[in-house]
T-cell receptor, first 117, second 110 residues
Framework: QQQVKQSPQSLIVQKGGISIINCAYENTAFDYFPWYQQFPGKGPALLIAIRPDVSEKKEGRFTISFNKSAKQFSLLIMESPPGDSATYFC????????????????FGQGTILTVHP | DGGITQSPKYLFRKEGQNVTLSCEQNLNHDAMYWYRQDPGQGLRLIYYSQIVNDFQKGDIAEGYSVSREKKESFPLTVTSAQKNPTAFYLCASQDGWELFFGSGTQLSVL
């Protein structure tokens, strides 16, 4: 019930292309859904995040769509330059649970995005 | 510069040996985490600490140990009981709902 399933494992797009990465979860107590971006040899960095009280959040070229009833959320990346080539992780957490659950992120398996010039 | 510093960047372990990975932060964050990253498996939580002198097991704590004697430091020891230690290890601290990660330590077995 703690799992977050992410797909696809890898994605190849041309410069200027669009990417969609999907995640699904089981635990309805999750209330915070971030996406992290990781470049080779580096730690992940927060890209964008959403709470379940909204269905969509956009920041620049990145948009999260959230479907509470389906327990799914997606990352849309628009007009990618080659610099977007990285691994993208979705995650989920019970941020309002308090106690020892607070802040523990459960990560998806990751999607390796390659943007060809 | 504020941030999370992990050292060493690369570490090699001999069979039967314990090794310790360092994690230091100067962000004044209370909570710190250790994750293990394997190809195709995402990040899995090893241990976490929400306050000095207290820590909790994560999902894959067997074969690992930690200490949290200072707010700034959260070292991870990979013991000889961890039979498959080869992985990329990531330390993080937390501010609000955001995790800040270090650049990781790649541990390999000789």
């Amino acid at each position: 019930q703690q799992q977050v399933k992410q797909s696809p494992q890898s994605l190849i797009v041309q410069k200027g292309g669009i990417s969609i990465i999907n995640c699904a979860y089981e635990n309805t107590a999750f209330d915070y859904f971030p996406w992290y971006q990781q470049f080779p040899g580096k730690g992940p960095a927060l890209l964008i995040a959403i709470r379940p009280d909204v269905s969509e959040k956009k920041e620049g070229r990145f948009t999260i769509s959230f479907n509470k009833s389906a327990k799914q959320f997606s990352l849309l990346i628009m007009e990618s330059p080659p610099g977007d080539s990285a691994t993208y992780f979705c995650a989920a957490s019970m941020m309002t649970a308090g106690g020892t659950s607070y802040g523990k992120l459960t990560f998806g398996q990751g999607t390796i995005l390659t943007v060809h010039p | 510069d504020g941030g999370i510093t992990q050292s060493p960047k690369y570490l090699f372990r001999k069979e039967g040996q314990n090794v310790t990975l360092s994690c230091e932060q100067n962000l004044n964050h209370d909570a710190m985490y250790w994750y293990r990253q394997d190809p195709g498996q995402g990040l899995r939580l090893i241990y976490y600490s929400q306050i000095v002198n207290d820590f909790q097991k994560g999902d894959i704590a067997e074969g690992y140990s930690v200490s949290r004697e200072k707010k700034e430091s959260f070292p991870l020891t990979v013991t000889s009981a961890q039979k498959n230690p080869t992985a990329f290890y990531l330390c993080a601290s937390q501010d609000g709902w955001e995790l800040f990660f270090g650049s990781g330590t790649q541990l390999s077995v000789l």
